[in-house]
């Protein structure tokens, strides 16, 4: 029997890996969208398949990396792994979320026989298909969405497979992001199992096995007894999306939330069938949305391992929105899913006390283009992604302008985007007055403006554009601003955008204002003195601090 402290040092130890294995990623990555933005994860895994340490950087990778080990293990005879394998794996139908987001998954040996894994993901800028950036709201079909890696090696025995990997890069519009991005991620996994090896060295393969067990075991009691702490009730939400990218109508997400003894049933029927176009939610982008939301409403503070997620059962309707059927497009599932998201806090808040919320911005008002280096020429591919507001809350404000719930990319910085792409960014700035009113207003959303210095090949979407489906508020808190993207042509004219693939030239802007969160109760009960500081900041004009808060002295 281990003793509680070797699990606990175990356990920080492997915490500790996971982190250095995330930072090893940064600083080798090649493109922005890794280095500056953070869109990587990386974890630890049982010889099963569980995880038992994870970073905490982007839920929405976690998730799918949670799903997709399994899938792995069930797939690869055990016989044909050997020490210094690597798998890579980006199917959306073999437990990954979408195809850009590439995995990587490496077997810790004692001796003869795994006893853990080590992985991570991380987002390419362009793995082919039909659009720049892979992602597509328009595309039909997981066919039109680049390159796909079904669990196989990647590096074989320790040595790369380089007509595998070639293929890969060549296939791709920004080859060398490819190529520097993919062996950043081998060089991360490797690290994590050189670390575990020093685990098993000190402590032997029993004690780092049974350690990872009890690990498990403390999440799920701890899980099950804070689930078990909520009276057993029932909430139900429904979201809605702008559309599916192809058509105009809204799309219907609904979800039923049921506590029951020490167990959560999540069940999305009533929700929409499965798109025509890329928005799909992989069975992996939901479940992972879901894992989010769960283990933040119950158990927001321990640790994240598999245990967490023992005590919930999920029924996701085959052939829907939420889990599609082969092979339907998924590209732009994280507009989805982050619509799951806010939906499911919006039906937990019913049922787990001190959950009150007003609703997110979950439209991820996002940009790629191909392009050129402005000084090599090479071909480039440059992607950023903007977030908006979160909803206020009981205790206070939301937080102004982040990539909400699943994601928590950063912004990709001015000077990066102009030394390495042509492409100028003229302003970045709250938008005022773009959160829900109330006595704890939403955040703010926020407004870039990207100039083109050069022809590129762009695809520009946003979400939450309709403001039918603004950011809710709550208990008399009022709807956050809704999404808007405005395409200015070198002469002036002006195109609105909601989701578009658009060829644009030298002289054109991109005007992206992100939506705000919406409020939390009556915007009259505001603090005087956080509306005068809102007026000093330019979070609140002058007038909606008059007409709406009631502030004499605006």
Known sequence: ????????????????????????????????????????SCAIFTAGGEVVAQ?????????????????????????TIEPGDIFIGNDPYRGVSHTPDIHLFAPVFAGDRIVAWCGDVAHHNDIGGTNPGTEGFANESVFEEGFRFTNVKIVEAGKLCEPLFRCFVETTRDPAASRGDLRAQIAAVRLGVRRVEGLIAKYGAEVLTEAMDVRLAQSERRMRAMIAQCPDARG???????????SNDPVRIEVTVEVKGDEVIVDFTGSAPQMAGGLNSSRAATTAAILFATKAAFDPTSDSTGGNFRPIRTILPEGSAVNPNFPAAVSLRHLTEQRISDTLVRALAQIVPGLETAGSFVGFSSLAAATRHPRTRLPVVMADDLGGGTGGNRRGDGLDSVDTYLGNVGILPAEVCEREYPIRILETEYVTDSGGAGQHRGGLGIRRTYEFLDHCQCVFYTEQSNPEFGAWGVEGGQTGQPARL????ADGTTVPVGKMRVDVAPGDRLVTITGGGGGFGDPRRRDPAAIADDLCQGKVSPQAARDIYGFADA
Do not use: C, K
Request: glycine share 6%.
């Open 1 to 40: 029997m281990v003793d509680p402290i070797t699990v606990a040092v175990i356990g920080s130890s492997m915490f500790a890996t996971t982190q250095e294995m995330g930072e090893a990623l940064r600083r080798s990555s090649h493109s922005p969208i890794i280095r500056e933005m953070l869109d990587y």
């Open 236 to 246: 139900n939400a429904v979201g809605h999306l702008d559309n599916d990218g192809i």
């Open 486 to 489: 405005t395409l200015v042509r």
């Open 55 to 79: 970073d905490e950087l982007i839920p929405a990778l976690l998730g799918s990396i949670t799903t997709a080990m399994p899938i792995l293990l069930a797939e690869v005879p055990p016989e």
